[in-house]
């Protein structure tokens, strides 16, 4: 709906923002007062198409973390989704697209590219889902999570630019480890840290 309101245009997808800003959410989960206090979703521009505070928060997310024990939001958007290119910012990649319009998701498809995911209490500070598609270019991949799906069901939901949502189980047990940002993923298949990279983005 905010598309169709907005020629087609993703809502900002900041990192960090201001409290002054204009970002699909605003606050920082971090940050006690943030965290328990309604207005920075309220004051988010999705807030007028979804007018409860509890669809911004999984039910299963009740980790205490840094002393927060009670957040109100457990959901970050892709950093593809009209904010950062992680990948390129972290690891010099190139040829992956920065959506700023609905339209311009195509790499991977709309059925593929996710727009939505819950966030690990550890994890979640800003509504900016930070993550790279692939590793550095010639040296094979870097396997990091910079940041972290939910691990709190053994799995995460996620939802799609095409409307759908999906559950993924965690496949790796090293996965449900993970207990800090930016963590080495230590699978030796990688299996849950490829299925992420491959519903952020794609190669152009």
């Not at 959410?25 to 999705?46: F, R």
């Not at 993550?131 to 999570?145: C, K, L, M, R, Y």
Request: glycine share 8%; hydrophobic share 35%.
């Amino acid at each position: 709906m905010y598309v169709d309101e907005n020629l087609d245009r993703l809502p900002p997808n900041l990192k960090k923002p201001a409290s002054t800003a204009s970002g699909w959410i605003l606050g920082d989960m971090t940050v006690l007062a943030d965290a328990v206090d309604p207005k920075p979703i309220q004051n988010g521009l999705l807030f007028s198409y979804n007018k409860s505070l509890g669809i911004y928060r999984c039910p299963g997310d009740i980790r205490p973390y840094n002393g927060i024990e009670s957040r109100l939001r457990s959901s970050s958007m892709n950093c593809y989704m009209n904010g950062e290119d992680v990948g390129n910012q972290k690891q010099g990649l190139t040829g992956y697209h920065l959506n700023k319009k609905s339209a311009e998701i195509n790499t991977p498809k709309p059925a593929l590219a996710f727009v939505f995911t819950e966030e690990a209490e550890f994890s979640i500070d800003d509504g900016h889902f930070g993550f790279s598609p692939d590793g550095s270019p010639g040296q094979g991949p870097v396997n990091i999570w910079y940041n972290v799906p939910a691990l709190w069901h053994r799995g995460a939901n996620f939802s799609f630019a095409d409307g759908h949502a999906s559950f993924r189980r965690w496949a790796n047990s090293t996965t449900l480890a993970i207990t800090t940002l930016s963590a080495t993923d230590m699978a030796a298949d990688h299996a849950d840290l490829r299925y992420v990279q491959s519903i952020l983005a794609t190669k152009n």
